[in-house]
């Protein structure tokens, strides 16, 4: 294609990854006649049914077909101690990836101005009238903007985590209804060590269909491959061996804020996406603040303007590290802080500050339901530096 400006384009927009930041863009853009042209570079040939989303929908987005179901209930449990959480009013909700991937796909293929294309992304060099993507197969494409959703995994260093987790959708005749629980840290793990904090996270879908998943704040990173053995253990325990699997998820998410700047080439090359500032850093939710972030970019481009980065909120980032630098320094009193948390803090006031889009009363109440003397500690030490080697 040939620009108003008269320079050859492969698109106007060249949108980098195809995972759930880059097709719910493409999805919006698909929308809207007045969109640019936009090509979407992806490696994978296939998708399937590989995750699931869950979060609290602060605000609408276009996926409530793919919903599997939702909890207006939900349980935190410790030893000796067990807390019910009421988010009636921002239900918990299950997004199928399978469906959502379908429906991407089916709306981006059938728009004329978007192409998708297979391929890994080798580098992006920015040239004075455009933008290059070259891909490890040779090829080159031009664009006046490029917004990439890529992965960008870093070696982490305190206070900040990786969030692993092996999950298995099972079925069983002896699974009995239950609530949601959200953090179960009462189980007990043998490859757990004192510094890490190991927990259930157990969402019931049907009868006798459950998922559960062994998640783990840790770093370094752990192997998937043995949260998820011991999550076979569990299982045989609590179910006597007597369950069919479903479905296997695995994930690693950095619980960390985005290293670098979102916006390069004075504006025309963003980041966004899971490794870009969508990612709650204290939480791992994302895929609503994607939602959210999708909106507003494609706005801006349908209206011939720059892409738009995810909104930096500095005060929520600067509580994400003092509440993390809080679990670096008392590793044994993190289950317990979590605790306080769901069970002092107003529902409605926890769930807008969780999905990253708290009022400053929000942020208030967050703070006051939280023991002080932690939190103090913590956020002297987040930014006083440390003396201990980070790892």
């Not at 720059?306 to 590793?331: K, V």
Request: positive net charge.
């Amino acid at each position: 294609m040939r620009s108003s400006a008269g320079m050859n384009l492969d698109a106007e927009v060249l949108i980098l990854g195809g995972g759930c930041a880059g097709l719910s863009l493409a999805y919006r853009l698909a929308s809207q006649p007045s969109s640019p042209t936009v090509i979407l570079i992806e490696a994978r040939r296939r998708y399937v049914n590989d995750r699931t989303w869950c979060g609290w929908r602060i605000e609408p987005h276009p996926f409530s077909h793919c919903l599997v179901t939702q909890w207006h209930t939900l349980r935190l449990r410790d030893i000796g101690r067990e807390i019910e959480f009421d988010c009636a009013d921002y239900p918990y909700e299950m997004i199928d990836a399978g469906c959502f991937y379908t429906s991407c796909l089916s709306r981006i293929d059938a728009a004329a101005h978007i192409e998708r294309r297979v391929g890994r992304v080798a580098g992006v060099d920015a040239h004075r009238s455009h933008l290059e993507v070259s891909l490890e197969n040779g090829s080159r494409l031009r664009g006046r903007w490029v917004v990439d959703t890529l992965p960008r995994p870093a070696r982490l260093v305190a206070p900040w985590r990786w969030q692993d987790f092996a999950g298995l959708e099972v079925s069983s005749p002896r699974l009995e209804d239950a609530e949601p629980t959200l953090m179960d840290f009462s189980i007990k793990s043998e490859i757990a060590e004192t510094d890490q904090l190991d927990f259930l996270y157990r969402l019931p879908i049907a009868p006798g269909r459950t998922l559960f998943e062994w998640t783990r704040f840790a770093r370094p990173a752990s192997d998937p491959h043995l949260l998820e053995q011991a999550l076979h253990r569990y299982l045989n325990q609590l179910l006597d061996g007597d369950y069919r699997i479903l479905r296997h998820e695995h994930g690693s998410l950095p619980m960390a804020p985005p290293s670098g700047k979102s916006s390069r080439a004075g504006g025309r090359h963003i980041l966004a996406g899971a490794y870009a500032g969508a990612m709650r850093a204290s939480t791992g939710y994302a895929f609503h603040a994607i939602q959210r972030w999708s909106d507003h970019c494609a706005r801006a481009l349908s209206r011939g303007e720059a892409p738009r980065p995810a909104p930096s909120r500095r005060a929520i980032a600067a509580l994400d590290r003092i509440f993390m630098t809080a679990l670096e320094r008392h590793p044994p009193d993190a289950a317990a802080l979590f605790c306080q948390l769901f069970e002092r803090c107003p529902s409605d006031a926890l769930v807008r500050f969780l999905a990253g889009h708290p009022s400053i009363s929000d942020v208030g109440r967050v703070i006051g339901s939280l023991p002080k003397l932690p939190l103090l500690t913590a956020a002297l030490a987040s930014v006083v530096p440390s003396s201990k080697s980070p790892r």
